[in-house]
T-cell receptor, first 112, second 111 residues
Framework: NAGVTQTPKFQVLKTGQSMTLQCAQD?????MYWYRQDPGMGLRLIYY???????DKGEVPNGYNVSRLNKREFSLRLESAAPSQTSVYFC???????????FGPGTRLTVL | GQQLNQSPQSMFIQEGEDVSMNCTSS?????WLWYKQDPGEGPVLLIA?????ELTSNGRLTAQFGITRKDSFLNISASIPSDVGIYFC???????????FGTGTRLKVLA
């Protein structure tokens, strides 16, 4: 049982490049989330998926798209990366029975 | 957007001392979570609270869900060096799947 896994761990992009951050969970959780964490800002919700087949915007969705590929996987895509998207990105999922959220190890993204 | 005020922002304490931190909000939450984050790692869940007034312990950690459902506190007793890290509160907005996070309390323990 690996919990929540994220790939890649680190990534450097040039402005305008695109990339997809991958997230998978093996805990059979229904809800999955993408956050970004910036210094002194705590974690801010980008998008979430309450269940397979649904996605909704969080606090800071601009510049991002998501896909809930199946119950296990929830990907985050940057179509045209900007320096303001330099951040640490965390994926999380919820245990439906207790509404307790579990986090992956994060992806550290730098946009030059 | 929604705001969670977490305080203090940082604190230095002596090993063995007790620590207290809290979160307040203008919104009502139906779940409060407390996390610890070590450098380069994702947040790790410490305590989860599900009912107003609930008091829950996990070893040296104790947390309470405020009666008004707009606040929560976390206490750490007899701190040790490995308690160093950033502690976050998070509240689940009532009727939604959304969680709002506090800005964190950075704890440093002096041996």
């Amino acid at each position: 049982n690996a919990g929540v896994t994220q790939t890649p761990k680190f990534q450097v992009l040039k402005t305008g490049q695109s990339m997809t951050l991958q997230c998978a969970q093996d805990m059979n959780h229904n809800s999955m989330y993408w956050y970004r964490q910036d210094p002194g800002m705590g974690l801010r919700l980008i998008y979430y998926s309450a269940s397979e087949g649904t996605t909704d915007k969080g606090e800071v969705p601009n510049g991002y798209n998501v896909s809930r590929l199946n119950k296990r996987e929830f990907s985050l895509r940057l179509e045209s990366a900007a320096p303001s998207q330099t951040s640490v990105y965390f994926c999380a999922s919820i245990s439906g029975g207790t509404d307790t959220q579990y986090f992956g190890p994060g992806t550290r993204l730098t946009v030059l | 957007g929604q705001q969670l005020n977490q305080s203090p922002q940082s604190m230095f304490i002596q090993e063995g001392e007790d620590v207290s931190m809290n979160c307040t909000s203008s919104s009502i939450f139906n779940t409060w979570l407390w996390y610890k984050q070590d450098p380069g790692e994702g947040p790790v869940l410490l305590i989860a609270l599900y009912k107003a007034g609930e008091l829950t312990s996990n070893g040296r950690l104790t947390a309470q869900f405020g009666i008004t459902r707009k606040d929560s506190f976390l206490n750490i007793s007899a701190s040790i060096p490995s308690d160093v890290g950033i502690y976050f509160c998070a509240g689940q907005l009532t009727g939604t799947y959304k969680y709002i996070f506090g800005t964190g309390t950075r704890l440093k323990v002096l041996a």
